[in-house]
């Protein structure tokens, strides 16, 4: 049987691909692809080009700058006692969005804090997308204290304290009208805290910390900017004087039941303000959203016409110019005079008076008379060179300048009427001012609230006293002042102005209180301005009390107490020796008796 021939093996094909199937794995090729570069091109992005963003991004989660709370500058008295101080206290601050967790324990957190329940839960909700707010600035140690007893006691998060400074006025209302005081941001608002805000105020430092995600500090970084706290400021003030001459004040006010009422201190030689105090009071530690007239330093701010305290001035003129002497003859006739169709009226009728009588009785008719033997410019020109009509140079924020017209618009009443003191008005430190030339023999010194530090080691100091300008002639001063003398006598207006020991000179006033409708029937300004010891001038003082309705309105009976009773005190206080003496008070000081 033949073989059949033989046969090769079949291959086997694969089977072909379905064209589906060969699309899905491209696509899937070219998506991993895609994106392996696009991961890559990300990366690359991330960890190369925006390197410094994500590091930014990273350290805002756990990095804060923070401020360093420094110091405002200390106010101080004379002699270092301490008006305005800075202590360190806590403010509560929250995460509005963290706090809104505990809507529950807002309630007590209120309560604790002295705040409306209902308005922390709104300002809770308004400020849920915000992360900081303050609920109270510059708590008491108590408040705080109550404050963690709260969050531990209701496991509250997102509270925390950060430290503040904040004024305190040791002196309180009596110093009050002269410091002014600052605001929640620590800025002067009113007073020297204002005029000296730059001096004063503090620029608080950076520091760079990190915080934990209970916003707790965990590490201090690095500081960023220092501290630097403000700079203290001495005034001219003393404590002593400055609460002897308020408690006089106040008590003068209240016992004659006047509107209010200024005393003004100065040293004659350096035209330091020793004593300023103001009749209402505020006490600038408590509530400052009191009635705005209580803040008025109104010896700066009020001005007055100052009645018969002009007088010594219009009798200084006219011996400057030599048409007087303090014995010449003035006819003040019935007590009454006619200038132009006006009337110008004495208290009593004292007949004829010397120079000298005419300041022991402040007769109005006398001044007049004595200003009419001068022009205009004569009295103007020295109005004017005592500093009145103008600014004193203190510095002071609000303060007045008075007014007083040129001569050249003057008529003749005008110019009589500014002979006893109307027409024209001052402040209270204007008053004192011109009195100080009286005083310093006829130099007018510039006057200030901060302390004069003399020049040391040829290097003057900045606040030393700028040159000083001669108004008057020594001569012209040491006789009006002795002139002064006799009105602090038995015979004058301010018996009540006498100090045992001590002489003493001055001038009373009692000017009608001019208002919208003229000068008001009852309505009186009683002042008192002088001079101790009058022989050689230590001190100088004005007190004026406004509007005293207790039946008595004359300066000598309500003003004049007020200086014996506050210059006494000051000649104990500065220790200023007697210079009036009689023979049995020189015998008690030499420890003798006197003889039978």
């Known amino acids: ?165 904040r004024r305190f006025y040791p002196g309180a209302e009596v110093f009050g009208h002269v410091i002014g005081f600052t605001n929640i941001e620590d800025r002067g608002q009113e007073g020297m805290e204002l005029a000296y805000d730059d001096l ?158 005419v300041i022991t009785k402040s007769s109005n008719v006398g001044s007049v008379k004595i200003a009419q033997m001068m022009d205009y410019a004569t009295l103007w020109n020295l109005y004017d060179q005592l500093g009145f009509g103008h600014a004193t140079g203190v510095g002071f924020p609000g303060e007045t300048v008075g007014r007083l017209r040129h001569y050249t618009k003057w008529r003749p009443f005008d110019h009589a009427t500014m002979a006893f003191g109307y027409s024209f008005s001052v402040t209270a430190l204007q008053l004192a001012q011109s009195y100080g030339v009286l005083a310093a023999d006829g130099v007018k010194r510039p006057v200030t609230l901060l302390k004069r530090i003399p020049a040391t080691d040829g290097h003057p100091d900045e606040h030393a006293a700028p040159s000083a300008v001669r108004v008057l002639s020594a001569d012209t001063a040491r006789k009006v002042r002795a002139m002064m003398e006799t009105v602090v006598s038995d015979k004058g207006t301010a018996k009540q102005a006498q100090i045992p020991g001590y002489r003493v000179g001055g001038k009373t006033g009692t000017a009608k209180k001019a208002g919208p409708g003229g000068y008001g029937a009852g309505r009186y300004q009683s002042v008192f301005a002088g001079f101790i010891p009058a022989g050689q001038p230590r001190l100088v003082m004005v007190v004026m009390v406004d509007e005293p309705r207790g039946g008595a309105y004359y300066g000598g009976v309500v003003a004049a107490p007020v200086f014996q009773r506050v210059m006494e005190g000051a000649m104990r206080l500065l220790n200023i020796p007697p210079d009036d003496l009689e023979p049995s008070m020189l015998l008690a000081v030499a420890g003798r008796e006197p003889a039978p």
């Open 1 to 165: 049987m033949a073989k059949s021939p033989s046969r090769r093996p079949r291959r086997l094909l694969p089977p072909r691909a379905k064209p589906n199937l060969v699309w899905r794995r491209r696509l899937l090729v070219g998506v991993l692809s895609a994106a392996f570069v696009t991961l890559s091109a990300a990366v690359f992005y991330r960890q190369v080009i925006e390197t410094d963003f994500l590091r930014t991004e990273g350290e805002r989660r756990y990095l804060r700058d923070a401020e360093i709370a420094a110091r405002r500058g200390m106010i101080m008295d004379r002699n270092g006692e301490p008006l305005a101080v800075s202590t360190p206290v806590e403010t509560v601050w929250a995460d509005p969005r963290r706090l809104a967790e505990h809507l529950d324990a807002l309630a007590p957190l209120a309560s604790v804090l002295g705040l409306d329940a209902g308005a922390l839960r709104e300002k809770v909700a308004a400020n849920r997308e915000r992360g900081f707010i303050y609920l109270k600035r510059r708590v008491s140690f108590d408040e705080a204290r109550q404050v963690r007893e709260v969050i531990a006691r209701h496991q509250i998060s997102g509270i925390d304290f950060e430290t503040e400074y």
């Open 200 to 357: 004063l105020k503090a620029e608080p430092g950076l520091r760079r910390i990190i915080r934990d995600g209970r916003h707790r500090i965990v590490q201090e970084v690095e500081q960023i900017r220092p501290p630097h706290p403000g700079k203290d400021l001495t005034l001219s003030l003393d404590r002593r004087l400055q609460f002897l001459a308020y408690r006089e004040l106040m008590k003068a006010v209240k016992e004659h039941k006047a509107r209010g009422g200024t005393v003004v201190v100065l040293d004659v030689a350096s035209g330091e303000v020793l004593a300023m105090v103001n009749q209402p009071g505020y006490n600038p530690n408590a509530d400052r959203e009191t009635d705005a007239d209580h803040r008025r330093n109104r010896a700066l701010t009020d001005v007055m016409e100052p009645g018969s305290t002009a007088k010594p001035f219009v009798v200084a003129a006219a011996l400057e110019k030599k048409l007087i002497s303090p014995g010449t003859r003035i006819a003040t006739g019935s007590g009454m005079m006619m200038v132009g169709k006006n009337t110008v009226r004495d208290v009593h009728n004292y007949g004829n008076l010397d120079v000298t009588g």
